[in-house]
Each structure stands twice: as structure tokens, then as C-alpha cells.
């Protein structure tokens, strides 16, 4: 992770920009211009520059006997954003799932250790919370519910040299295979290479959603897909600090299947079956088709979770109608609650 520079901060504007062209005179003469400041790079309002000070490097150590070591590594590193002035740092969760060594980073390069406060599923939220006192400004909450298509915003990293401008492309549900849903996320584009806990920023330096995942898809036309990233709507956080000032777990009672399930023509495949889960513990396989969440006909992965959580609580038996090499059967799962499998206390 690089340090913070002194010196005026500028914001690139990278070169899809924009990617939403009009075909008016006036347009033309607004995209020439807005390529002149892409070859130069703009500078950041006053408040932006603020904000940005508050994104704080991220690394987190993992133990080698961990379920997500496999699959995210040991070592994880990204971007936090510290919300309050007693050194809470919000954060996409996978950075500190299972994590028993935390350190935040702040502008200038000093390393502040940090413990990990909660990680909410169901938003991807994590938190944790330097056990220093940390010399960082926290930022304040926009209104990330306003946001919509077209808005330009900036996204920024640990560093603030790497802001970057970009276009709000869409605001949609999202479905991911680890079993994750998650209603009107902010796409946006160009894409952000290192997004993993990147800050999504308004002009005057507000917080509207926290970096979690690069898509292809973040813009949908009718000329095609452009790629570009997903955030987390800080809407959203409110709830989740508040379960845990209640001493609550983030993300208690949801039934969990151990299984990645993804869409492809016809309907929902297996890819993957968490070892040791109750997915595996029912004979599932990767390559087993869903055809049905108990009564429910599923073919879409947003469909398939819906259906599984609204069963009822952790410990919950769900039937999946299962199809294997022409032969289809019923195999009922006892589900359990995520944040026992995982090793989080």
C-alpha cells in the first residue's frame, strides 16, 4: 500500500468517461472537454480531499485451518473508512471474515492494530475498531438512497492519490453465488481496480457505499455490457452498528445450505459444496442441478435464496428437488446459521 503524498490532490478521470454519449453538438464539445481533464486529471473539492484522508489501508491475517483460507487466502489486504471518532472502521466484510489479526493504516504510514467488531452477511458489511486511538477524521454519511443512474461520483483508496471518477450505471438487486442477496446496489464504471473496501464518494466528501466487488456487467444497454464495480449502499450501515452497540449478532438466524449455487441456460447448478457444511453433510455435489426449494420452482439465483430464507430460522430442514445425470430426487438439508460454521469469535 502506498503512502499519502502531500500536495494537492487530483482525481483521474478514467477513460470511459463518459459512457453515456448524447449525440447534441453541446455534448461533443462536453466530452472533448472532459477528455482534456482526463489527460490531466482534475482537482478534488475541498471536501472530497477531507473525506479521503479518512480511508485507512486495511490488512488482515487469517489462520491457516480457516473455512475461507482457501478460498481468500491468509493474508487479505484493502481499504477501510473510519465512521466515528472512537476508531471504527467499516469495511467489506471478506477481508475480516475468520480473521484473528487486524491492522488499519493510516495516511502517513502509521499501523494501528485493530480487532474485528462484526461481520453482517446479509449486507457484507465488516467492522472493526483500532484499540489505539487513531489520529484519523471520520467521515459523514450521504444519502445513499438518492443516488441514481447517471450520477457522477469518486472512488477512493487508501491514499487518496488513487481517486478515481466514475458513473453510477445502475442500481439493481444482486444475487451472488455465496449465497448473498442484496436489494439496489450502486454499480458503477469505470471499474476500480482495487475495490475491495474502497470509499464511493459525493463531491462534498459524503460516504454512499463501501467497494466490494468488480462486475462485468455494472452497465446494461442495449449496445452491450460495460464492466466496473459494486458497492454496498451505506444505507444500510446504520442498522448493523446498532445491532452491535446492542451487543446483537449481525446476521443471526438465516439458514444456511454450504452450497454456491450459479445460473446457467435452463436453470441452477452446484458449483461448489462447502466442505464439512450441511450441503455436504446431505450428499450434494457439484454439477447437481436445483430444480425446487421445497413447493417453490427456482431457475434464477435471486429466487433460489428467497426461497431458502424464507423457509424459516437457522435449523430449518429445507427440501431441494436434485437432478444428477438424468435422475432427479429430493434431498432434505437441516440448515444451520453461517456465523456458527465459520470461525468468527
Same mark, same amino acid.
Given at each position: 500500500?502506498?503512502?499519502q ?14 459512457i ?10 462536453q ?9 490531466r486529471?482534475?482537482?478534488a ?7 479521503m ?6 490488512k ?6 480457516a ?6 487466502g491468509?493474508?487479505r489486504?484493502?481499504?477501510?473508512i ?7 472502521v467499516v ?19 502509521r ?8 461481520y453482517?452477511f446479509?449486507?457484507g458489511?465488516g ?14 454519511f ?6 441514481k443512474h447517471?450520477?457522477?461520483v469518486?472512488?477512493?483508496?487508501f491514499?487518496g ?10 442500481r439493481?438487486d444482486?444475487?451472488g ?6 436489494e ?12 475491495g473496501g474502497?470509499a ?7 460516504l ?12 446494461r444497454g ?7 464495480n ?5 444505507d444500510r450501515?446504520?442498522a ?6 446492542e ?31 450441511? @450441503?455436504?453433510r %446431505? #450428499?450434494? $455435489?457439484?454439477?447437481?442441478? &436445483?430444480?425446487s426449494? =421445497? /413447493? ?7 429466487m ?6 424464507? @423457509?424459516?430460522p %437457522? #435449523?430449518t $430442514?429445507?427440501?431441494?428437488? &436434485?437432478?444428477?445425470? =438424468? /435422475?432427479?430426487?429430493?434431498?432434505t438439508?437441516r440448515?444451520?446459521d453461517?456465523y456458527?460454521?465459520?470461525?468468527l469469535?
Amino acid at each position: 500500500m502506498s503512502r499519502q503524498t502531500s500536495g494537492p490532490t487530483t482525481i483521474t478521470m478514467a477513460s470511459l468517461m463518459p459512457i453515456f454519449p448524447d449525440a447534441s453538438d453541446e455534448a461533443e464539445e462536453q466530452n472533448e472537454e472532459r477528455s482534456s481533464e482526463r489527460r490531466r486529471g482534475i482537482p478534488a473539492p475541498p471536501g472530497l480531499v477531507r473525506a479521503m484522508r479518512s480511508v485507512v489501508g486495511l490488512k488482515s491475517s487469517v489462520p491457516k485451518d480457516a473455512r475461507t483460507a482457501e478460498t481468500l487466502g491468509t493474508e487479505r489486504g484493502g481499504h477501510g473508512i473510519v465512521i466515528d471518532d472512537q476508531g471504527l472502521v467499516v469495511t467489506v466484510g471478506y477481508l475480516i471474515m475468520e480473521a484473528n489479526k487486524v491492522e488499519i493504516v493510516e495516511p502517513g504510514g502509521r499501523s494501528v492494530p485493530a480487532r474485528v467488531v462484526a461481520y453482517d452477511f446479509s449486507t457484507g458489511f465488516g467492522l472493526v475498531r483500532t484499540t489505539l486511538p487513531t489520529r484519523v477524521r471520520p467521515v459523514s454519511f450521504g444519502d445513499s438512497k438518492s443516488v441514481k443512474h447517471k450520477d457522477t461520483v469518486t472512488i477512493a483508496g487508501f491514499g487518496g492519490g488513487a481517486a478515481q471518477r466514475a458513473i453510477v450505471t445502475d442500481r439493481r438487486d444482486f444475487a451472488g453465488y455465496w449465497e448473498y442477496f442484496i436489494e439496489n446496489a450502486i454499480f458503477t464504471s469505470p471499474p476500480y481496480e482495487s475495490f475491495g473496501g474502497a470509499a464511493l464518494f459525493t463531491d462534498d466528501g459524503d460516504l454512499l457505499g463501501v467497494g466490494s466487488l468488480f462486475i462485468g456487467d455494472a452497465y446494461r444497454g442495449p449496445s452491450g455490457v460495460l464492466p466496473g464495480n459494486m458497492f454496498i449502499p451505506v444505507d444500510r450501515l446504520p442498522a448493523v452498528i446498532e445491532m452491535v452497540k446492542e451487543g446483537k449478532r449481525p446476521g443471526i438466524g438465516r439458514p444456511w445450505l454450504g452450497l454456491y449455487a450459479q445460473q446457467v441456460p435452463g436453470g441452477l447448478v452446484i458449483a461448489h459444496v462447502s466442505p464439512d457444511g450441511p @450441503a455436504a453433510r %446431505a #450428499g450434494l $455435489r457439484r454439477g447437481d442441478a &436445483i430444480n425446487s426449494v =421445497g /413447493d417453490v420452482l427456482v431457475d434464477e439465483v435471486s429466487m433460489f435464496y428467497r426461497a431458502v430464507w424464507s @423457509a424459516g430460522p %437457522a #435449523g430449518t $430442514r429445507i427440501t431441494l428437488s &436434485i437432478e444428477r445425470e =438424468g /435422475d432427479e430426487f429430493d434431498v432434505t438439508i437441516r440448515t444451520v446459521d453461517r456465523y456458527d460454521f465459520l470461525k468468527l469469535d
